[in-house]
């Protein structure tokens, strides 16, 4: 049993978070871990359910923890800040990035051109086989891993210049100057998952940490779309916000 002092007159839940906190604070639980669980801390500490409950919560609302279902409570790494995302707007990561105070980088781009199979050829409205443009690169902020993009493109000599794609800082700038085109706007689509060897392993996260994937085609007029990208996400390091109307 922990050393802790929980004693009868103190209120349980502060002197349950105050303990936790320091034990992230002084990296005795490191960015990532996952924390005992519930009732090994419960024994662990001689405290009720409710009570350390309250302590992760306030926790978790605070940025130190979260929770994942199913899976348990991890350590948020306090070096990835949340970016905050509207959909309501088409931005670069570059510029999304930036716009945080942060400074957007690139690291691990490779640019091949292989076949569309038949989800991204209906992406692009192209022919399944149709030859296309595949760019993957980490995304940086303050030179801490932020997204893996994976994009595909119609083929085109500028998107096989990787020396050139390296330099640049927003793909979406050297698309529309390089290609001589306009985004018009993008469809995107967010959905859940969970990261798997390759994905930990390009972001430096735990395999299972809760992601976003971001699904999006860019389109250079109403019906003509131009690139496809996914993009993935650590659960900590975005908050997509939702513009409603009605």
């Known amino acids: 049993m922990s050393d802790i002092h929980l004693g009868v007159s103190s209120k349980v839940p502060d002197r349950i978070y105050e303990y936790l906190r320091e034990k992230i604070q002084t990296n005795a639980y490191q960015p990532g871990q996952k924390i005992p669980?519930?009732?090994?801390l419960v024994e662990d500490l001689n405290v009720s359910r409710n009570s350390l409950r309250e302590a992760i919560t306030r926790?978790?609302?605070?940025?130190?923890?979260?929770?994942?279902?199913g899976i348990g409570t991890f350590i948020i790494d306090s070096k990835v800040d949340r970016v905050n995302a509207a959909i309501d707007k088409l931005y670069s990561?570059?510029?999304?990035?930036?716009?945080?105070?942060?400074?957007p980088g690139t690291a691990d781009l490779t640019t091949h051109t292989t076949q569309a199979d038949a989800f991204i050829a209906s992406k692009l409205l192209i022919e399944p086989g149709s030859p296309v443009v595949c760019i993957q690169r980490k995304r940086t902020a303050d030179g801490i891993p932020f997204c893996w993009d994976v994009?595909?493109?119609?083929?085109?000599?500028?998107l096989q210049d990787q020396s050139a794609l390296v330099k640049t800082t927003s793909l979406m700038d050297y698309v529309e100057k390089e290609l001589g085109v306009k985004i018009d706007h993008?469809?995107?689509?967010?959905?859940?998952?969970?990261?798997?060897?390759?994905?930990?392993e390009?972001?430096?996260?735990?395999?299972?940490?809760?992601?976003?994937?971001?699904?999006?085609?860019?389109?250079?007029?109403?019906?003509?779309?131009?690139?496809?990208?996914?993009?993935?996400?650590?659960?900590?390091?975005?908050?997509?916000?939702?513009?409603v109307t009605w």
């Open 59 to 69: 926790l978790e609302h605070e940025g130190y923890l979260v929770r994942k279902h």
């Open 186 to 200: 993008a469809i995107a689509t967010l959905k859940p998952a969970i990261s798997d060897s390759l994905i930990s």
């Open 93 to 103: 990561t570059s510029k999304l990035i930036a716009s945080q105070g942060k400074i």
């Open 151 to 158: 994009s595909y493109f119609p083929v085109h000599p500028a």
């Open 202 to 243: 390009k972001l430096n996260i735990p395999v299972g940490t809760l992601m976003y994937i971001v699904e999006q085609v860019h389109f250079i007029s109403n019906t003509k779309p131009i690139w496809f990208s996914r993009v993935w996400y650590a659960e900590n390091a975005i908050t997509v916000k939702l513009l």
């Open 37 to 40: 669980s519930e009732s090994e």
